[in-house]
């Protein structure tokens, strides 16, 4: 699998919006791209995934560059809840056997 | 749903014991993964199953760990004989074969 590099931490203001970014240059073509956070002392939680096209849930958007080399996450209007470790994860999904490999990720810590 | 269910949640034990993890994934989930944090080496996949069949058990450390999986509600993961550097927080997860991995709250285990 394709390898992220993440900054390893970033402070965002409250009610404003987290941009999140991952570099994946040597992701291959039918690898997505997951982020899932873990807020402290709990399980990793899912956010978002993605291929090719930008994605939005009700937590986050994803954008991805048209090369893939590269995506965004956007929590639009972070709260303190949103203090976490964000990790950007390329893979191909457990349908084609794939894994999550989870790095360092980043830490996020939102202020008030 | 009650989400994914570990048991215990904290783990005390003395090095050398036989130690056991228990996980119950989410009902109707076809795939289920055993993973260990440690604050060296992060979060690792150890093995997952598919259809209560183990399908990569490449990150398992040593013969010391096995997994089994012997009906759909129901894993179990054990290390005989146990050691400190054993030591870490164990997550289970499951999916419905999509792509989005469920944890459960981790089983903290400590040896001494």
């Known amino acids: 699998d394709a390898k992220t590099t993440q900054p390893p931490s970033m402070d965002c203001a409250e009610g404003r919006a987290a941009n999140l970014p991952c570099n994946h240059s040597?992701?291959?073509?039918?690898?997505?791209v997951y982020w899932y956070r873990q807020i402290h002392s709990q399980g990793p939680q899912y956010i978002i995934h993605?291929?090719?096209n930008n994605e939005t849930n009700e937590m986050a958007s994803l954008i991805i560059t048209e090369d893939r080399k590269s995506s965004t996450l956007i929590l639009p209007h972070a709260t303190l809840r949103d203090t976490a470790v964000y990790y950007c994860?390329?893979?191909?999904?457990?349908?084609?056997?794939?894994?999550?490999?989870f790095g360092a990720g980043t830490q996020v810590v939102v202020t008030p | 749903d009650a989400g994914v269910i570990q048991s215990p949640r904290h783990e005390v034990t003395e090095m050398g014991q036989e130690v056991t993890l228990r996980c119950k994934p989410i009902?109707?989930?076809?795939?289920l993964f055993w993973y260990r944090q440690t604050m060296m080496r992060g979060l690792e996949l150890l093995i997952y199953?598919?259809?209560?069949?183990?399908?990569?058990d490449s990150g398992m450390p040593e013969d010391r760990f096995s997994a089994k999986m012997p009906n759909a509600s129901f894993s179990t993961l054990k290390i005989q004989p146990s050691e400190p550097r054993d030591s870490a927080v164990y997550f289970c997860?499951?999916?419905?074969?999509?792509?989005?991995?469920?944890f459960g709250p981790g089983t903290r285990l400590t040896v001494l």
């Open positions: 997860a499951s999916s419905a074969g999509g792509n989005e991995q469920f």
């Open positions: 040597t992701i291959s073509g039918n690898e997505y």
């Open positions: 993605g291929l090719k």
């Open positions: 994860i390329v893979s191909l999904g457990t349908d084609s056997w794939g894994k999550l490999q």
């Open positions: 009902s109707g989930h076809d795939y």
């Open positions: 199953f598919n259809n209560n069949v183990p399908i990569d």
